[in-house]
């Protein structure tokens, strides 16, 4: 059984960085779509990173490029977030989710709708 647990959310101001991290189990196979999808309250989910495991390629939601970037430790099954120049808009429950994929065809749009998630851990940004 896959499980996906988030941790690293916090309460920060504007500016300020945070990592999530995702530490994953139960993954029968190596090829997969790994990523990180976020939901404000009042707001509708927005698919915000992803990365290939296979071959580390990765994409992102136009609202945080060059501000967040998505790594992964694959000794570990540990998915990373890094949260740079965080805004009070990226407020937000974030939440790692996954799928099997044996091709490159991840998109960060859809991470949302991939067939395992989190619980998720809230980020907070005032300014």
């Known amino acids: 059984q896959v499980q996906l647990v988030e941790s690293g959310g916090g309460s920060v101001e504007a500016g300020k960085s945070l990592r999530l991290t995702c530490a994953a189990s139960?993954?029968?196979?190596?090829?997969?779509?790994m990523g990180w999808f976020r939901q404000a309250p009042g707001k509708e989910r927005e698919g915000v990173a992803v990365?290939?495991?296979?071959?580390?390629?990765?994409a992102y939601a136009d609202s945080v490029k060059g501000r967040f970037s998505i790594s992964q430790d694959n000794a570990k099954n540990t998915l990373y977030l890094q949260m740079d120049s965080l805004k009070p808009e990226d407020t937000a429950m974030y939440y790692c989710?996954?799928?099997?994929?044996?091709?490159?065809?991840?998109?960060?749009?859809?991470?949302?709708?991939?067939?395992?998630r989190g619980q998720g851990t809230q980020v907070i940004v005032s300014s």
């Open positions: 139960g993954l029968r196979y190596s090829t997969y779509c």
């Open positions: 990365l290939y495991r296979r071959t580390g390629s990765t």
């Open positions: 989710a996954v799928h099997y994929s044996f091709d490159d065809s991840c998109r960060a749009g859809n991470v949302f709708d991939y067939n395992y």
